[in-house]
């Protein structure tokens, strides 16, 4: 059923609805976006949120009131300062955690590098010529190999500065050698001038010859 509605401009104030079921103002509508009736009264349940607000709104203030005077009540001159070395650290352990820092840093570094230079291709053509090249074989034996698992390989290896000095131990089934390659990049050209690869192992030097396919690199 549509009710009919009526409006009642009233001179001074806002424009208020006036319909069968009652009447609506906009006087208090900033709070609520819709119109409510004037006669409307609050529910219990409104009642008791309200008063549970406020309750917990002054049991906030009772406790930060009592909180800010148990702070100030610390705080008095007459307490004595707690002592700092109580709460700073250990200055003993800083060099010493320093030290071990760099240790660590170091030796990263280092295996780093050498990595590098053992599974380099340089190094790698120069094993493979010591394993096929028949002096090396009449010298040191089958089965030549690095000496140790992790070789050490000495010497410089800077492929972009055109200079190659290394130098390795191998073993084979007979004797322990050492071999020494030496290589350097003449201009601006990308060709290598190999100056020597030797081999050398109970006072013998031996040299090694270049095969076909591992002058180039």
């Known amino acids: 059923m549509i009710a009919l509605l009526q409006f009642n401009i009233p001179?001074?104030?806002?424009p208020t609805l006036t319909s069968v079921r009652g009447?609506?103002?906009?006087?208090?509508?900033?709070?609520?976006?819709?119109?409510r009736p004037r006669s409307h009264?609050?529910?219990l349940f409104s009642r008791t949120h309200n008063l549970f607000l406020e309750r917990a709104f002054?049991?906030?203030?009772?406790f930060f009131?009592?909180?800010?005077?148990?702070?100030?009540?610390?705080?008095?001159p007459r307490r004595k300062l707690p002592d700092v070395s109580e709460f700073s650290p250990n200055n003993k352990r800083i060099p010493s955690l320093f030290a071990f820092f760099c240790f660590v840093w170091a030796a990263c570094a280092f295996y780093a590098i050498h990595y590098g230079k053992q599974n380099s291709n340089v190094t790698q053509i120069v094993m493979y010529r010591v394993q096929h090249s028949k002096?090396?074989?009449?010298?040191?034996?089958?089965?030549?190999?690095?000496?140790?698992?992790?070789?050490?390989?000495?010497?410089k290896l800077h492929k972009r500065y055109g200079i190659i000095d290394i130098s390795f131990e191998v073993t084979g089934s007979q004797n322990l050698g050492i071999v020494h390659y030496k290589s350097q990049r003449f201009g601006p050209i990308p060709h290598w001038v190999e100056?020597?690869?030797?081999?050398?192992?109970?006072g013998k030097t031996v040299p090694l010859n270049s095969l076909e396919y591992d002058n180039q690199w």
């Open 11 to 14: 001179k001074v104030g806002l």
């Open 23 to 35: 009447t609506w103002s906009m006087k208090n509508s900033i709070q609520s976006l819709f119109w």
């Open 41 to 43: 009264k609050p529910s």
């Open 58 to 62: 002054q049991q906030r203030v009772a």
């Open 65 to 76: 009131h009592t909180s800010r005077v148990s702070s100030v009540f610390e705080l008095s």
């Open 135 to 155: 002096e090396a074989l009449k010298l040191l034996g089958e089965n030549i190999q690095f000496r140790y698992p992790f070789p050490w390989i000495k010497g």
């Open 195 to 202: 100056l020597e690869c030797s081999l050398i192992s109970n």
